[in-house]
């Protein structure tokens, strides 16, 4: 909806279509800040379901700090690195299990995550909530515009009304009824029922009335 139907409608017109428009978009909004609700949910199941996946993170490298001491020969080096780094893994792997999920997002290092994040299933989950974050953020700019346009409407509603009220003062008619001799010449009538007319009156109203309740009533009045 743009200025071209604000020209094409009056400004109230507009201005209700455009209000509605808006309640339709903000339950759009709703909607789609609902399913990025779930979505992050699903991110959490899916990264924990990775992670607990048997050598799931076995391929990820640890930093660990140098060694003091005796050198040793690369292959009891190689070996022992081996045999130590199976067993973290295996150790690691018993510990993400008996983890919930929030819990284990929590205990993941930053290059785990990341190896996670990489999984299909993941991106999957990540690339659809990106979109609905982009949807709503588009949302929440045309919301605004839309806002805007009903700021332009109030303005030109009142502008309208300052024109209206200066064309009625400004007729031969208005200024005609606010001088004092227009008022002399044509003073208000003052509706007044005289007394002996009220029992006629009462009568017409209702004829249900007896006479003694005329009388009664006629007697009040004076």
């Given at each position: 909806?743009?200025?071209?139907?604000m020209?094409?409608?009056?400004?109230?017109?507009y201005?209700?279509?455009?209000?509605s428009k808006i309640?339709y978009?903000?339950?759009?909004?709703?909607d789609?800040?609902m399913?990025?609700?779930q979505?992050?949910g699903?991110l959490?199941?899916s990264i924990?379901?990775e992670?607990?996946?048997p050598?799931?993170?076995?391929?990820?490298k640890?930093?660990k700090?140098?060694?003091k001491?005796?050198?040793?020969?690369?292959?009891?080096?190689a070996?022992k690195?081996?045999?130590?780094g199976?067993?973290s893994?295996?150790?690691k792997s018993?510990?993400?299990?008996?983890m919930?999920?929030k819990?284990?997002?929590?205990?993941?290092?930053k290059?785990e995550?990341?190896?996670?994040?990489a999984?299909?299933?993941?991106k999957k989950?990540k690339?659809?909530?990106?979109?609905?974050e982009d949807?709503i953020?588009?949302l929440e700019?045309r919301?605004?515009?839309?806002r805007?346009?009903?700021?332009r409407?109030?303005w030109?509603?009142t502008?309208?009304?300052?024109?209206?009220m200066?064309q009625?003062t400004?007729?031969p008619?208005?200024?005609r009824?606010?001088s004092s001799?227009y008022?002399t010449?044509?003073?208000?009538?003052?509706?007044e029922l005289?007394?002996?007319?009220?029992?006629?009156a009462l009568?017409?109203?209702?004829?249900?009335?007896?006479?003694?309740?005329?009388?009664?009533i006629?007697?009040a009045?004076?």
């Amino acid at each position: 909806m743009g200025p071209r139907e604000m020209f094409n409608d009056t400004p109230q017109s507009y201005k209700e279509k455009v209000k509605s428009k808006i309640e339709y978009l903000l339950g759009k909004q709703d909607d789609l800040q609902m399913e990025l609700h779930q979505l992050r949910g699903d991110l959490v199941r899916s990264i924990a379901g990775e992670a607990r996946r048997p050598g799931a993170l076995s391929s990820v490298k640890t930093k660990k700090g140098k060694s003091k001491g005796k050198k040793k020969s690369r292959r009891s080096k190689a070996k022992k690195s081996g045999v130590s780094g199976a067993s973290s893994a295996v150790s690691k792997s018993a510990q993400l299990r008996r983890m919930g999920d929030k819990e284990l997002l929590a205990s993941l290092t930053k290059p785990e995550r990341e190896t996670l994040e990489a999984v299909f299933q993941v991106k999957k989950v990540k690339a659809e909530m990106m979109s609905r974050e982009d949807r709503i953020r588009k949302l929440e700019t045309r919301i605004t515009n839309l806002r805007d346009e009903i700021r332009r409407a109030d303005w030109k509603l009142t502008r309208q009304r300052e024109a209206d009220m200066r064309q009625f003062t400004q007729s031969p008619g208005f200024r005609r009824a606010q001088s004092s001799r227009y008022r002399t010449l044509h003073p208000e009538v003052d509706v007044e029922l005289e007394v002996e007319d009220l029992k006629e009156a009462l009568f017409q109203v209702n004829s249900h009335l007896s006479a003694k309740e005329l009388d009664f009533i006629s007697h009040a009045a004076t």
